[in-house]
């Protein structure tokens, strides 16, 4: 946390994906670290902590999604991947500095960043810490490179920073920028959005009901 506070390097790193992997198993519960190769979009060449992160990322949006079954994540659990992706998403650029070169990388490591923040949000979804490094690199990055990415996943990226700063003054920003990406994709219903936001990092239960709620904001503009 003080490192996404202060922009600066951590100490250590640590990375536990894989004992979690192994650990849920032996409960019967599949946590794939794979799904990212087939759903998001561009995948190739990615970094490898980068890749580390996102596969993390997808990993425990499909485990949420689909393979706990009503059964409860214990807390250490949970914790261990909460760190090792940041860990990972830390190792490749740390927020004091400028964003990656590479478009790419830097909308992936930004949009993975906020939407593990969105999983540390307070029950009524208000930011359990401010973190204002990290919405300054967000906003620098849609707004200086994200028409060298793919359009869908810039989408999900302010998507996810629009529910990420809902409750915050920048949400009326987040939420002009996520209509006119929404236009430009041709999204004309929420069912639709959903479906291109699926496709990369998103925990139904966590996300569907703010998404939701922006969604329908955007819609009742003229």
Known sequence: ??????????????????????????????F???????????????????EAALQGAMGVSTLFNNDLHNRALDCLTFIDIVISVFYRLLRFSILNEPPPESAVHATYHIGLI?????MLARRDRSQTIKCGLIFQRLRAVLENGS???????????????????????????????????????????WQTARSSLCEFPWINSLHDEPGRELWDRIAQWH
């Open 147 to 189: 028409d060298k990415c793919d359009n869908k996943l810039v989408f999900w990226v302010t998507f996810m920073g629009g529910i990420w700063v809902a409750n915050d003054d920048e949400g009326e920003w987040f939420a002009t920028r996520v209509r006119a990406l929404a236009q430009q994709r041709g999204f004309d219903n």
């Open 32 to 50: 794939d670290l794979n799904s990212a190769t087939t759903t998001c979009s561009p995948y190739n060449s990615l970094d490898p902590d980068i």
């Open 114 to 118: 906020v939407f593990m923040m969105t």
């Open 1 to 30: 946390m003080f490192a996404l506070q202060y922009g600066g390097p951590t100490l250590f790193f640590r990375d536990r994906l894989q004992d979690v992997r192994k650990k849920v198993a032996t409960k019967g519960i599949h």
